[in-house]
T-cell receptor, first 113, second 113 residues
Framework: GNSVTQMEGPVTLSEEAFLTINCTYT??????LFWYVQYPGEGLQLLLK?????DKGSNKGFEATYRKETTSFHLEKGSVQVSDSAVYFC????????????FGKGTHLIIQP | NAGVTQTPKFRVLKTGQSMTLLCAQDMNHEYMYWYRQDPGMGLRLIHYSVGEGTTAKGEVPDGYNVSRLKKQNFLLGLESAAPSQTSVYFCASIGQGGKGPQHFGDGTRLSIL
C-alpha cells in the first residue's frame, strides 16, 4: 500500500535559517505529491503540489521537487520567519482520486525570533 | 466564499452517547472525506464518498457510519461513543474529478469521557 514518511519533529530553528523537511514515499503508479500546512486551531491548507516527476511546486517561498528516482519530495525554504511556525504534512494521492490522501505524521516547525 | 464548513467545532460526550458531525461544502465537489487526526499519527481516512448516495470505508472505519443524502453534505455518525474516538475530525472535499487539491474544514474537536 501507499505510505509517506517524514522527519520527526519538533524542528526548532532561528528566524532567517534555512529549512529542510524530508519526505519520502512508497506508492503504486505515479502519485501526485502535496505539502499541507496546519496553523494552530485551524484545518489543513494546501501549501504546494507536484503532479509528475521533476516538477517543482512552490508557494510563499517554500519549494519541493518531485524526485521519482529517490521517491522524495523534500520541503525547503531559504529564510524562515516566525509566522512559518506550524505543522507541515507531506501527502500523496494515487489512483483515480476517490480514495483520499495518504499523509505523513506531520512535522511541527517552531521558529524562534 | 465558505468552502468546507464543519459543525460543531467542539463537543464533549460521555461514553455510549451518540452524535452526528456535519460537513457542508459549497463548491459542488463530488468527492468528500472524513479524517481523524491524532497526536503522532497524522490524518487517517475514516470514510469517503464519491457522490450523492454513495459511501465507502477508509483506513479506520470501525465505530463510525456516514451518509451522503445531498451532494453538499457529508455526515459522520458515532452510534456509541468510546474514549478511543477522542480526536480532532476533519472533513475535506475535492473537485476536478478527483485530481484537484483537497479543501479542508477547520475541524471538530471531540472528547469522549
Amino acid at each position: 500500500g501507499n505510505s509517506v514518511t517524514q522527519m520527526e519533529g519538533p524542528v526548532t530553528l532561528s528566524e532567517e535559517a534555512f529549512l529542510t523537511i524530508n519526505c519520502t514515499y512508497t506508492a503504486t503508479g505515479y502519485p501526485s505529491l502535496f505539502w499541507y500546512v496546519q496553523y494552530p486551531g485551524e484545518g489543513l491548507q494546501l501549501l504546494l503540489k507536484a503532479t509528475k516527476a521533476d516538477d517543482k511546486g512552490s508557494n510563499k517561498g517554500f519549494e519541493a521537487t518531485y524526485r521519482k528516482e529517490t521517491t522524495s519530495f523534500h520541503l525547503e525554504k531559504g529564510s524562515v520567519q516566525v509566522s512559518d511556525s506550524a505543522v507541515y504534512f507531506c501527502a500523496l494521492h494515487s489512483g483515480g482520486g476517490a480514495d483520499g490522501l495518504t499523509f505523513g505524521k506531520g512535522t511541527h516547525l517552531i521558529i524562534q525570533p | 466564499n465558505a468552502g468546507v464548513t464543519q459543525t460543531p467545532k467542539f463537543r464533549v460526550l460521555k461514553t455510549g452517547q451518540s452524535m452526528t458531525l456535519l460537513c457542508a461544502q459549497d463548491m459542488n465537489h463530488e468527492y468528500m472525506y472524513w479524517y481523524r487526526q491524532d497526536p503522532g499519527m497524522g490524518l487517517r481516512l475514516i470514510h469517503y464518498s464519491v457522490g450523492e448516495g454513495t459511501t465507502a470505508k477508509g483506513e479506520v472505519p470501525d465505530g463510525y457510519n456516514v451518509s451522503r443524502l445531498k451532494k453538499q453534505n457529508f455526515l459522520l455518525g458515532l452510534e456509541s461513543a468510546a474514549p478511543s474516538q477522542t480526536s480532532v475530525y476533519f472533513c475535506a472535499s475535492i473537485g476536478q474529478g478527483g485530481k484537484g487539491p483537497q479543501h479542508f474544514g477547520d475541524g471538530t474537536r471531540l472528547s469522549i469521557l
